[in-house]
């Protein structure tokens, strides 16, 4: 039996990758999301992950259950060099199956390992991916059962993504630097490094992306690209006006559903600016993110940023109002027991302000805006559609989620409003990436 987050499932025999595909999201328990038919992100693809020689593949066990948990199958290779890291036991123990290490293995009725094990792939994935085996890769060498795969595999069908992780001067080298160049062009996909402390003691580019980065990454590998060639511009999170130098004014809104847009947009193949108030939230892989404080920065952020965007989805709960004049030190209480008179103005619209601008009025910038509301939703969404001058307003209730992994969403545009059933803010996040792609299509530009 395969054990996934405390359930069993039958192990699937190589060759009967089926078994656990249409998985639904068990996970949803432990971690709070609501809809436990929400499938899970990796549900019906097999990886095959290759482990070549380094230090790194310490991170391939966790990598590996990463890739369970999230829904796939995995078959595990790993070069000799690799079993001098790890072992195959390990490794076993944790994909739930037989480890393959040889060419030569006679397990194989066929006595092909290396054609059998690429054909029934969904994707290789070589984590990690030392500078010696990428060299390998790009001459066509096949004197082990990683290399052999890689080459053997149907290249149309069977994508290669590497995660390499090597010391900062061999990854400096203009030949690793040249060999990643080649590689891209012979059709791998590259997932980058990490930056930071080495296993050798030095510090620099070279590490290995952490586990649930490259699961990030092959999750949106998969990703339908309804976004290709679009510039998304997010606003997301609260915004904070300062009164004095230690407090301010701001909201609840975590930014939660903000930045699963960004992860979401991105992975659909958008080009992503995530323009972001104060959370402490991880920026999704591939974004770019600009940190704001104020409604003021905010704006700014945006106008800065807006030129290049094709799409802006302003999912920010901007302050409507900023103290006057901020007090330079902190406000004293005095012995008069009288509250400090505060006088406020309003902020800029940022929304509305976009919504106007030429490249907005002639097509070629589709702006999409939220309502928090605390009731009457429909009306509410509606009017402000209308009054923001938007094509798609998303209503949601603000104080049922705020901070929590989940919500619902109403879509308003001309032709009325649709609801979004209840779900984790990444699956409404990828539904909403897909409504804005098809309403992309419609729009002028
Ligand atoms: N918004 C904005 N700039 C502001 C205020 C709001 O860009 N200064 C955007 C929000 O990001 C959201 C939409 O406008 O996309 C609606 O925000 P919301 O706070 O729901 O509405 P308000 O315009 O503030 O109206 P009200 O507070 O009356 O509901």
Redesign the pocket.
């Known amino acids: 039996m395969l054990i996934i987050e405390g359930r069993f499932y039958p192990r699937p025999l190589r060759g009967q990758t089926d078994t656990l595909r249409g998985m639904t999201n068990q996970a949803n328990a432990a971690t709070g999301s609501v809809n436990p038919d929400e499938p899970l992100d990796l549900a019906g693809r097999h990886i095959l992950l290759g482990l070549s020689g380094g230090i790194a593949c310490y991170k391939a066990a966790e990598l590996c259950r990463a890739l369970i948990k999230a829904g796939a199958t995995v078959q595990i290779v790993m070069t000799e060099a690799a079993e001098q890291f790890i072992t195959p036991v390990t490794m076993q123990a944790l994909s739930g199956r037989t480890v393959y290490t040889s060419q030569w293995d006679s397990r194989e009725s066929n006595n092909m390992a290396h054609i059998n094990l690429s054909r029934e792939a969904d994707a290789i994935l070589i984590a990690p991916m030392s500078a010696d085996f990428m060299a390998k890769l790009l001459h066509g060498r096949a004197d082990d059962l990683l290399s052999l795969m890689c080459l053997a595999r149907p290249i149309d069908k069977v994508p290669l993504l590497v995660a390499p992780a090597m010391n900062r001067e061999m990854y400096a080298h203009p030949a690793t630097q040249r060999n990643f160049v080649q590689l891209e062009a012979d059709g791998a996909t590259v997932l980058g490094v990490g930056t930071g402390f080495q296993a050798c003691g030095e510090t620099g580019d070279g590490r290995m992306l952490e586990p649930d980065q490259i699961l990030e990454d092959v999750i949106s590998f998969f990703a339908p690209k309804v976004l290709a060639g679009q510039h998304v511009l997010i ?1 997301a999170g609260p915004t904070y006006e300062a009164i004095d130098p230690v407090r301010g004014i701001t909201n609840l809104s975590s930014g939660k559903m903000g930045f699963a847009l960004a992860r979401a947009a991105h992975e659909a193949g958008a080009h992503v600016t995530l323009v972001a108030g104060p959370v402490a939230l991880a920026t999704p892989r591939g974004v770019n993110r600009v940190d704001v404080k104020s ?1 003021q920065n905010m704006f700014d952020a945006v106008m800065a940023h807006v030129q290049a965007a094709t799409v802006l989805v ?5 302050a ?1 109002w900023r103290v006057a004049k901020p007090s330079g030190q902190k406000i004293k209480k005095d012995a008069s027991g009288q509250a400090p008179q505060l006088v406020f103005e309003e ?5 509305a302000t976009v919504a106007s601008l030429p490249q907005a009025q002639a097509g070629k910038l589709y702006c999409v ?4 509301e605390s009731h009457n939703l429909v009306e509410n969404a509606e009017a ?1 559609r209308l009054r ?1 001058k938007v094509p798609l307003l998303v209503g949601n209730i603000g104080p049922d989620t705020f901070g929590q992994d989940h919500n619902a969403l109403l879509l308003v545009d001309e032709k009325g409003s649709r609801q979004l059933p209840h779900a984790s803010k990444l699956a409404l996040a990828r539904q909403l990436v897909r409504e804005i792609a098809a309403r992309l299509a419609a729009f002028p530009s």
């Not at 302003?314 to 901007?318: D, I, L, N, P, T």
């Open positions: 606003t409604a302003a999912a920010a709960a901007v409507d902020n800029t619209d940022i929304l805006g939220f309502a928090a402000k923001k």
